[in-house]
């Protein structure tokens, strides 16, 4: 959003009317906004009411130029005047317990916001893709399902019809495979997530279809078609070289990294990704996730001397939380080397970093994990 929505002239217009600040999750002095604001995925958008310290308005995931204007346009409307619909009250009350990652609360508000709805409710759409990301959240995988399969209709043929299908087929993907009716919701959110993607009328951002690839992708595999998913991967690949390649600036061209880079692994072609990630090592010098990435590439490769010199060039710029999965993949690159003694040491580097983080970055279920992995190593 930050390379090709911000820049949108149409934003213009709420310059004044909105004082905009970017959180830098990673930084140590975030932590408190954190501990006072879970940030469950990126992009987050909040909207803070300046009077009581509130949240006016919530929504995880990317949004287009039309869909943040609306956003935007509901927050100062709120905090202009009073919401009169219970339904508004209702999504203001979900979107404030979601950002105090209070999930299965939220889920319950954001429910009754949407049957308390009136018809033509222009907030509609949100309530039904913040509903699906609470219940995500929640890992309640079997209402997510089902209520995507119920709330899809209302939705089809909008902007939101992309997150209430994907996110809704990820969750059938998610259930038991001994589930009573997994294969059934997977085959209908499925075909429901097709055609989203089929519509080209959506006008959806370059990386909200790769969104859409990856859940395809993910309902082939559940149904063990490997042909089928083998060519998404194809076409996911060739889709994303193509968007990079159309990318106005290196900024632009880079918000592809991340998903070049898990489609080139998919494929088994790793080796791939080494230009791109090179060439934004050189665009952005301060940037870990390159070095970062290519460390992850070389170990793949099993180029174990490279990727710890990538690794060496990430961990010197790397900081906050995302230092913890920087060394958990240099742990990694030492077992698969052979090196146990470093790796284990790596290890309770990794278990310390992840101790001393301030409150709101630090995961005691993290810090488990990292625990029982290095009980676990020879």
């Not at 409150?359 to 009980?375: D, F, M, T």
Request: with cysteine; glycine share 6%; charged share 30%.
């Amino acid at each position: 959003m930050k390379a090709n929505v911000y820049t949108d002239k149409s934003l213009e217009r709420y310059a004044g009317r909105f004082v905009w600040l970017s959180i830098n999750t990673e930084a140590p002095e975030s932590a408190p906004f954190l501990k006072r604001y879970p940030i469950p995925a990126l992009p987050t958008l909040l909207v803070l009411e300046p009077r009581q310290d509130t949240v006016a308005l919530r929504y995880v995931g990317s949004a287009n130029a039309a869909q943040l204007r609306s956003m935007l346009d509901d927050a100062e409307q709120k905090h202009r005047s009073s919401l009169s619909v219970a339904a508004d009250q209702l999504l203001v009350r979900a979107d404030g317990l979601a950002s105090e990652g209070e999930h299965v609360a939220a889920a319950k508000e954001y429910e009754s916001a949407i049957r308390s709805a009136p018809g033509g409710w222009r907030r509609f759409g949100r309530a039904a893709e913040s509903l699906l990301f609470s219940l995500q959240f929640a890992s309640d995988h079997e209402q997510c399902a089902t209520r995507a399969l119920a709330l899809y209709p209302r939705v089809k043929g909008t902007i939101s019809s992309a997150n209430v299908a994907a996110i809704g087929l990820s969750c059938a993907v998610a259930l038991d495979k001994a589930h009573a009716k997994r294969q059934t919701w997977l085959q209908q959110l499925e075909k429901a997530t097709r055609e989203v993607f089929d519509n080209r009328r959506l006008g959806l951002s370059g990386d909200d279809r790769s969104g859409l690839y990856i859940a395809l992708i993910e309902a082939r595999d559940a149904a063990g078609d490997e042909e089928g998913m083998l060519a998404l991967q194809v076409q996911w690949a060739a889709f994303l070289e193509e968007a990079a390649a159309r990318a106005k600036t290196a900024e632009q061209r880079a918000v592809y990294d991340s998903h070049r880079l898990n489609a080139y692994l998919e494929l088994a072609t790793p080796a791939k990704a080494i230009p791109m990630l090179e060439q934004s090592e050189r665009d952005f010098p301060e940037d870990y996730n390159p070095p970062a990435r290519l460390a992850f590439i070389y170990k793949a490769l099993k180029e174990y001397d490279k990727a710890l010199a990538a690794s060496d060039r990430a961990l010197a710029r790397v900081y906050g939380p995302r230092k913890l999965n920087v060394l958990s993949v240099r742990a990694d690159i030492y077992t698969e080397k052979g090196d146990t003694k470093a790796a284990k040491e790596t290890m309770v580097q990794d278990i310390e970093y992840a101790k001393a983080l301030p409150e709101g970055q630090r995961s005691e279920r993290r810090i488990a994990g990292l625990e029982k992995r290095l009980a676990g190593m020879p």
